[in-house]
């Protein structure tokens, strides 16, 4: 069995941690996480190997991302099968803070951004998120102080809100993006994918093949506002209450009146039963 990697549950130790790292000009990447980690976060980590020398993984489920009547609480937590897959991948360091570290009593600041983190997708229906997200991350940042981190594509609007703030704070990281990994059917690995009933899963990579057909379409030069009616029309018979599909351009985020006004990325979300997916792709 691989050797687990350090974990620091402490600022102090995550200090001395880092500086034990940092030792003869190493880079560091961080890949911030929430746990429950899947292939997808794995891919994260490689991601990072082949591009640092050491390798930090933040695992914090961040209660100022979760509204109230969100899954905060019921939200996979599975520590040990993470720490073996981050030893199988030679994680160097976990960092694991406590609720009350990363918010002390009279925590009082906020970041809040905007340009991205208002395009009118996630952020319509998770008001809250992105407020949280960048917080917790810049937060992720400054006590890590990574050359690079590393996020998934799936979370599409959060990667564009993370280096677009990068960028505005002079963190000094580069952020990269890593595309979705997809299970065999389409379906975009999350760790909420465990909340799906046999018949849900089975519904589930629809959401996939929309957007995949949708593309093609596009790529064909179909009328825009048509594939994208259609699209959403094809995911509600399916049973998803669909909370959006939209075309949007691939770096600003802005709507897109028509093809030629591209790069276009296309950006679903929707709820079957009580499970909320979301999910992206290129045109
Ligand atoms: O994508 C996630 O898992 C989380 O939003 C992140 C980036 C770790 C911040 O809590």
């Not at 960092?95 to 809040?112: E, K, Q």
């Not at 952020?123 to 992105?130: A, G, V």
Request: glycine share 6%; with cysteine.
């Amino acid at each position: 069995m691989s050797r687990l990697p350090a974990v620091a549950r402490t600022l102090p130790a995550l200090r001395r941690a880092l500086d034990a790292l940092r030792t003869r000009r190493a880079t560091i990447a961080l890949v911030p996480t929430m746990g429950a980690l899947h292939d997808g976060h794995l891919a994260l980590v490689r991601q990072a190997r082949r591009r640092a020398s050491k390798v930090v993984v933040s695992i914090f489920v961040n209660p100022t991302q979760f509204a109230p009547h969100e899954d905060f609480g019921s939200y996979p937590r599975t520590w040990k099968a993470d720490m073996e897959k981050l030893a199988a991948e030679r994680a160097d360091l976990v960092w694991n803070p406590g609720v009350d570290i990363m918010y002390p009593p009279n925590f009082a600041t906020r970041i809040l951004p905007e340009g991205p983190a208002t395009a009118n997708l996630e952020d319509r229906f998770r008001p809250h998120f992105f407020g949280g997200v960048a917080t917790v991350v810049g937060k992720l940042f400054t006590q890590c102080r990574p050359d690079i981190a590393v996020f998934g594509q799936k979370d599409y609007q959060q990667l564009k809100v993370v280096t677009r703030m990068a960028a505005d704070l002079d963190l000094g990281v580069k952020v990269i993006g890593v595309p979705t990994v997809r299970e065999r059917d389409g379906l975009a690995m999350s760790s909420r994918n465990v909340y799906l009933s046999s018949d849900q899963r089975a519904v589930a990579p629809i959401l996939h093949r929309t957007m995949k057909d949708a593309a093609k379409r596009l790529r064909n030069g179909d009328d825009l506002k048509t594939v994208m009616a259609d699209g959403a029309r094809t995911i509600e018979h399916a049973g998803f209450a669909l909370d959006y599909f939209e075309a949007r351009h691939a770096e600003t985020l802005a709507p897109i009146p028509s093809i030629t006004d591209g790069p276009i990325r296309l950006l679903v979300a929707a709820k079957i039963g009580t499970t909320r997916l979301i999910d992206n792709i290129g045109v």
